[in-house]
Each structure stands twice: as C-alpha cells, then as structure tokens.
C-alpha cells in the first residue's frame, strides 16, 4: 500500500460546508513544513477540489511512474530556510479544465477515494493531510473502511481534526462530524475554530464578526481538545494569491503564521505522544491508541 511511508494520518473534518477545511488544511501543512515536517496534502473533495488554487499549482498535471502516481511537489526540502518538502494529490489535477463538473455516482466516487490511497508513491512522510468534502458521504465511507481495514504496523492510526466555525448553525452540523468519528472509532485531535473574529487591517482590532467560543465549547461538550482560534485574516488572500517568492515563505511573514505554528506544535506534539485519546464508540472503551 502506498502509505506504508506515511507516519501520521490526519483527516480534516466538518458536517458544514463553508467553514474553511481547505484553507485550514493549507496553512496546518505550510506550518508543519516550516517546523521541519515532511508533508503530503490528499485533496480528496472531488466534485470541488480547492487544493490546486491555493497552491497555485492549477496548471500542474499528474506523473504516473512505475510505482504509481507522483504527487505534485509545493516546494522541495529548503535547509537555508528551515523547511522540509510539501506535495500534494488532487482531483483538480485529473481534470482537463477547472470549470469540468465531476457528475459521479457513489461507486465511482470511492473507486477514486480508494485509488488515491494505494496508488499514489508518497514516498516517507510523517504527516499526510486529507482534505475532506462536508457531511458524511460517500468519500467518508471509503476514506474510513479503507484507512482502518488496511492498518500497517509502521503506521500510526488515523486521527481526525475538526474544523467549525464559531456560529450555532455551524456547530450543530458539525456535531455530526464528531458522532461520524465516534461511530467509525476514529480518534479526535482536536478541533479548530476558524472565522473567529475579523482582524482589522487599519488598527489590528479584532471584531466577533461570526460570535466566539462556540468551537470551544463543542469542544469542550465532546471531551476532545480544543487547538485554538483562527482569526479572518485580511492578509491570507495576499499570500495565496501573491506571486513573489515561495508560498511558504509569504505565509511565514503573515500574521497568521504564530497562530498555525502554535496549532501545528500541539499536533507534532500529540503525535509524539503515541496515543490519543479518541472518542468512545457506542458501546466501547473511552479510549484508543495511535
């Protein structure tokens, strides 16, 4: 299986859509690639893949070798400036045009779920973030069969990271989310709340543009961890959209970059624990190892 090199998998997660799993998986990788870590990102959110244009990477295409389909490099490992090598797999890279509708059933959609997780060459990686689609679909289904049945003993177990947004219509659909990992056994990370307040560019003023806390208190709710709050930052479309220099590099200078290191330091250092506590499944022990 092609992930046998994969040291941590993490999926990211939300029962809404909307609420920036995307993005979040962008900056979360970025940050894990300036603390040193090597790693992958598996855009898996096929009728709209996100990845290809926050990288920049849109015209980019998808080379088969003998042992499979290489993911298409960010940047290569950078000792100067202190990061390691980040790739990435998306369906965006498949398509013939950006604007081609993915009209699929569910068969063909966990066909190519399943084809993406043996037939892509990762190589060694201790991270591999999998951007996931909203809800609980197909795509879930067969990320979470294929994931826990197909275990390596050089792998660690599948962990997941929810993402909200601070809002009660937010929160109360991505409870799901959280009762999808606990009926799969899937252990919690934590969970991110992102939008939580507007940073104003003029006088750095944080306003509760979408409320606050209420990530924290599903959090709290679930007994799972609660990583931190993502403010909306004005200076976000500048990096992604920004062509001077590496992407990383623009991201390290954005004021978003102290927020995803501390995140980012509290997953590396989860890991590092070995295990995690995961969410009681119905009728099952309160915690899991990693």
Partial sequence: MSLDGVGQIILILSGKGGVGKSTVTTQLALSLS????????????????????LFGLEPAKVTQAPTGWLPVPIHAANAAIGTAALSCMSLGFLLRDRADAVIWRGPKKTAMVRQFLTDIAWGELDFLL????PGTSDEHISLAETLLLRQSPTRSTPTALIVTTPQAVSTSDVRKELNFCK????PVLGVVENMSGFVCP???????????GGGRAMAAEFGVRFLGEVPVEGEWGG????????????????ALWPVFQRIAGEVIAIQAQTT????????????ATS
Wanted: aromatic share 2%; hydrophobic share 35%; proline share 6%.
């Fill in 202 to 212: 003029c006088c750095g003023v944080c306003t509760n543009v979408f409320s606050k």
């Fill in 130 to 133: 999998i951007d996931t689609p």
């Fill in 183 to 186: 009926k799969t056994e899937i």
């Fill in 276 to 287: 995690t506590v995961a969410m009681p499944a119905e009728g099952g022990n309160d915690a």
């Fill in 239 to 254: 990096v992604v959209e920004g062509r001077e220099g590496l992407l990383v590099e623009r991201f390290r200078a954005c």
């Fill in 34 to 53: 300036l603390l040193g870590k090597r790693t992958g990102i598996l855009d898996i959110d096929l009728t709209g893949p996100s990845i290809p244009h």
